[in-house]
């Protein structure tokens, strides 16, 4: 499911709690979250906030999400003991080890890491869950930020890993990269681009500035 973003405030718990966490769920649509978090939950305010984090995830309220920019073990205890308390349910990780986790309110079946980007030692996390009787496989990647040469490298390595394990399979991350380029392109060969789907399904919202997706 593609859900629209929206501006309005958080509450501070949210007004109905999710689902309490299964080993699968059945009837309902998967929904993804992906988000970079910026150090581990630093605002636009410059403000260092886990909880405020914790709090818009639970508003969005996703079986599976993947965070970026979580820099420590320390930051993602924080964010996902936030997330436990507002929700009451249970969620899962798995941790690269530095900046990329995945998190997940259904449980996972297997975790592994990818190192992606051998020359700077950073590693893609991936969680495995089985939702409505399926098995998805999520990754979480931050691709870098100047390089495209590096990028397309990163890309074909996340690609690599995740072909060891069984579709579904769901590439996210912060790719640093535009439509339509080079490395955008291995990115999406054999993958669906969420954004297009989401375009075509009148479903996609924008912040003002910011650029198509």
């Known amino acids: 499911s593609v859900v629209a973003g929206g501006t309005s405030a958080v509450a501070e718990t949210p007004s109905s709690p999710p689902p309490s966490s299964s080993r699968s769920s ?71 080890g530095r900046g990329n986790l995945v998190i997940s309110r259904v ?13 700077y030692d950073v590693y893609a996390a991936h969680g495995s869950i089985v939702f409505n009787g399926r098995r998805i496989n999520l990754w979480s990647g931050h691709m870098h930020v100047s390089s495209a040469s590096s990028r397309l490298s990163e890309a074909k390595a996340l690609q ?21 380029s080079t490395e955008y392109k291995a990115a999406a060969t054999n993958y669906t681009d969420a954004w297009l789907a989401a375009k075509a399904a009148g479903a996609t919202a924008n912040y003002s500035g910011d650029c198509d997706g």
């Open 160 to 180: 690599k890993c995740a072909a060891n394990w069984s579709e579904a399979r769901i590439i996210a991350g912060d790719y640093n990269m535009q439509y339509g």
């Open 26 to 96: 059945s009837g309902a649509s998967l929904k993804v979250l992906h988000w970079n978090v910026h150090h581990g939950g630093i605002g636009t305010d410059g403000k260092y906030d886990p909880g405020r984090v914790a709090a818009w995830i639970a508003k969005i309220n996703p079986h599976v999400a993947s965070l970026n920019e979580v820099d420590t073990s320390a930051q993602v205890a924080a964010i996902v003991n936030a997330l436990r308390a507002k929700t009451g349910a249970t969620w899962y990780l798995a941790f690269s």
């Open 107 to 119: 449980k996972m079946e297997d975790v592994s890491k990818c190192l992606y980007a051998p020359s």
